[in-house]
């Protein structure tokens, strides 16, 4: 099983706004050059998280997107969900296997996706960023990149 790129570039640029934010709004074109995402892969991404009222947009002068809900609030799960991600281990979706009969493993593979789901819907934007090894690539992207300024480090829980 293998998160595509869409779900994973879908959280990496969230976790970016995530981490920009209390500065103010993000442009695509910055989380394109910082992440090494392509801005047309994000304006795709970006229609389907706005969707989802997972980020909104601002416009004019300063412009860019911002957090629909504070960071604490919104689950990588769902950030994987909003760009029409599944998590599924399964061996043909929800219901069939092949030749539509359950096959002998299905059960198994349910629980898995259940799991996996369950585990990505525990960790919040905020919970991540707080982590000690996720503020170490934000100072080290911060000191490549000094024209944008990065919020402090969370307080060690």
Request: aromatic share 6%.
């Amino acid at each position: 099983m293998r998160l595509s790129t869409k779900g994973r570039y879908a959280v990496t640029a969230m976790m970016d706004i995530a981490i920009h934010d209390p500065n103010g709004p993000v442009t695509l074109s910055d989380i394109s050059r910082c992440q090494s995402i392509s801005l047309s892969y994000l304006e795709q991404l970006f229609a389907k998280l706005r969707k989802q009222k997972l980020v909104r947009g601002v416009r004019g002068p300063g412009g860019g997107y911002r957090l629909a809900r504070p960071s604490n609030e919104i689950s990588i799960a769902e950030i994987i969900a909003a760009v029409d991600e599944k998590v599924d281990s399964t061996c043909g979706g929800e219901s069939g296997c092949s030749e539509a009969q359950t096959c002998l493993t299905h059960e198994l593979w349910c629980g898995l996706s259940k799991r996996i789901y369950s585990f990505l819907d525990g960790i919040t934007l905020e919970s991540f960023l707080s982590r000690p090894s996720v503020q170490e690539v934000i100072r080290r992207q911060a000191g490549e990149d000094n024209e944008r300024p990065v919020r402090p480090p969370a307080p060690a829980a």
